[in-house]
């Protein structure tokens, strides 16, 4: 591993980090995105997979014992479903890379609409599963995949946007930047 590889991967965790504590759309955040460009640009994943999960467990920190505490009543390491939800963003990862396409923006698109579409898939089901908001049927989990839309589509735009700004900083950084020894 370079320098520059771990000066990416702190540049991803700070734009997740401030992506989440900033005012945005629910779900409108940088860590899908910092999951999916690390899978496609590093080849050792070592510093995509810790930007990424880091950035989610100290933006949960702070959100969970900050912004919810009064909700939760105590101090939370973790949101609940967290299982779910690390486990989704870790998959996103390596999603790029199970992907056969040759050209690179191609794979980053698919991979950014796979990675959302599993997150949503998979952490609904687990709502659904766990709350007793839905009716334990196909109709409850309809209900619960339905009402989770709007904040699908908000991760899908997220990922491209901020996708889309660090592939396009990854690309300057490496024409226009001397490496320093």
Known sequence: MTRKDWFYALILFIVAVV???IPHYPNFTAIGSIAVVGGLAYKNLRPALLATIASLF?????????VLA????????????AILIYGCFILSVFIPRMLPLQNNMLRWGLASVTSTLVF???TNFGVWFQSPMYAQDASGLLACYVAAIPFA??????????????LAGISVVN??????A
């Open 19 to 21: 992506s989440r504590l």
């Open 58 to 66: 100290i933006s949960d920190l702070i959100i969970n014992n900050t």
């Open 70 to 81: 009064e909700f939760y009543g105590s101090f939370r390491w973790f949101t609940p479903g």
């Open 120 to 122: 949503f898939l998979v």
């Open 153 to 166: 589509i908000n991760q899908l735009l997220g990922t491209l946007f901020y996708g889309a700004l660090l």
């Open 175 to 180: 024409k226009h930047v001397v490496e320093v």
